[in-house]
């Protein structure tokens, strides 16, 4: 075998020029792919880090019902019980309160969703307090103060130290009404929080909607290291509930992972993964029909080498291999180019990122992509594409390495 892979290595170089295209088209594929894969890794684990981080966490109680049908009045009752509960377990959990209302400031009105915050629970259970553009957090000591979603500010016309006025009904039938300062504003996240959304202290909302016991949703972050199945189980048994659903579980209150809360956004993350094997098969399919013109022009060149190797009593496994070697030799030169070609890129887009923010902030699934779009760039990610090329290659090679194996001595030698 050491003769077949010296004799491989050897017609690798003796046509220089068509080995080195060959290399050449597999290298810039190879490097292509891998910033291609980091970039929609990136745009995945961000999309999926901002709808948990900012938005849903991990897992989410609710009142039975609330989510098909939202009500002020459906809330989970003894919530500080339960995020006690939560908290010894090692979970991070707050409280939101939630209802819709209309903001005017001026002559401009809009729909809005009124959200009551912790200030200091939520900042420490998820990441909403960072995204804060212009201004500052919420802060009980400001119980006037409001930070409101960029898109809404541009909609009422309305910045840091203006004034809003909010009209609702309450959970008791009265009219709901007050006057509030912008004191944040947020940088653009989900499509409805930016659109519409009114964050305020806990306790002001309680305050306007009358509304002084219980949480419409406790937002719960996992420990590290810990399945969202796990964790689901977890809050079910803290919120009082068996860990498993069944058919024979009496009603009570319900418990929803993020992909359960979020369907959409989970089907288009898998998606992406369907759009990158596509990405590659395409880009591969091209290289592999390259090699596969290189690979049986080689053995139409060396057909009467052949016939001498099989009359000296080579095998056709033997002439199989050398040809499957010389294509895995090139793979191998064209992995090692390629990657030192993509290094640098890679390098780039994970520390710097590409800037999104001029075209004013895509949205894809309800969530607004990040301003800056970095690469990730882990071990996994690099070696799919490696092991592909490597496939295709051998897809590649394995015609011209079975006629080359057939080859008949006699016809060899006749060969013109």
């Known amino acids: 075998m050491l003769v077949v892979m010296k004799m491989a290595w050897r017609n690798v170089w003796r046509n220089h020029r068509r080995s080195g295209l060959t290399i050449a088209a597999m290298?810039?594929?190879?490097?292509?792919?891998?910033?291609?894969?980091?970039?929609?890794?990136?745009?995945?684990?961000?999309?999926?880090?901002?709808?948990?981080?900012?938005?849903?966490?991990?897992?989410?109680?609710?009142?039975?019902?609330y989510l098909t049908r939202p009500s002020l009045h459906d809330v989970v009752p003894n919530h500080a019980a339960i995020i006690e509960r939560l908290e010894a377990t090692g979970h991070r959990a707050a409280p939101r309160l939630f209802g819709g209302g209309l903001a005017g400031a001026g002559e401009a009105s809009s729909g809005v969703q009124l959200v009551g915050v912790d200030p200091v629970g939520d900042a420490e259970v998820l990441a909403l307090a960072t995204a804060v553009g212009d201004g500052a957090w919420l802060d009980a000591d400001d119980p006037r103060g409001v930070v409101i979603g960029r898109g809404?500010?541009?909609?009422?016309?309305?910045?840091?130290g203006d004034e809003l006025v909010v009209l609702s009904q309450a959970a008791d039938g009265s009219m709901a009404n007050d006057l509030f300062n912008v004191r944040g504003v947020?940088?653009?996240?989900?499509?409805?929080?930016?659109?519409?959304?009114?964050?305020?202290?806990?306790?002001?909302?309680?305050?306007?909607m009358v509304l002084p016991e219980g949480a419409h949703?406790?937002?719960?972050?996992?420990?590290?290291?810990?399945s969202l199945v796990e964790s689901r189980a977890a809050v079910r048994t803290a919120a009082g509930l068996p860990a498993e659903p069944s058919p024979d579980t009496p009603p009570g209150l319900d418990v929803k992972t993020w992909v359960e809360l979020n369907p959409m956004l989970a089907q288009y993350l898998q998606s992406v993964e369907g759009v990158v094997a596509v990405m590659y098969f395409i880009i591969y399919v091209a290289v592999g029909i390259?090699?596969?013109?290189a690979m049986l022009m080689a053995v139409f060149e060396r057909i009467r080498e052949f016939g001498v190797l099989k009359a000296i009593g080579y095998g056709p496994v033997q002439v199989m291999a050398m040809m499957l070697i010389e294509g895995f030799v090139q793979a191998g030169v064209a992995t090692v180019i390629g990657t030192a070609l993509a290094a640098p890129g890679m390098w780039y887009l994970s520390v710097h990122g590409i800037d999104v923010g001029v075209l004013g902030g895509v949205q894809m699934a309800g969530l607004t992509m990040p301003a800056i779009w970095h690469g990730v760039y882990r071990l996994e990610?690099?070696?799919?594409?490696?092991?592909?090329?490597?496939?295709?290659?051998?897809?590649?090679?394995?015609y011209p390495a079975l006629k080359a194996a057939w080859v008949r001595p006699v016809e060899a030698m006749h060969h013109q």
Request: no cysteine.
């Open 186 to 208: 947020l940088l653009s996240v989900a499509a409805g929080m930016d659109r519409g959304a009114i964050l305020m202290p806990e306790a002001t909302f309680r305050e306007l």
């Open 27 to 65: 290298a810039l594929a190879l490097a292509v792919e891998l910033l291609y894969s980091g970039l929609v890794t990136g745009i995945v684990a961000g999309m999926e880090d901002d709808a948990v981080e900012m938005d849903l966490g991990d897992v989410q109680i609710v009142a039975p019902g």
């Open 217 to 226: 949703r406790i937002i719960v972050r996992r420990p590290e290291g810990t």
């Open 381 to 398: 990610t690099a070696i799919v594409p490696v092991i592909m090329l490597f496939f295709i290659v051998f897809g590649a090679v394995i």
């Open 152 to 160: 809404l500010g541009r909609t009422l016309d309305v910045g840091l």
């Open 290 to 293: 390259l090699i596969l013109n």
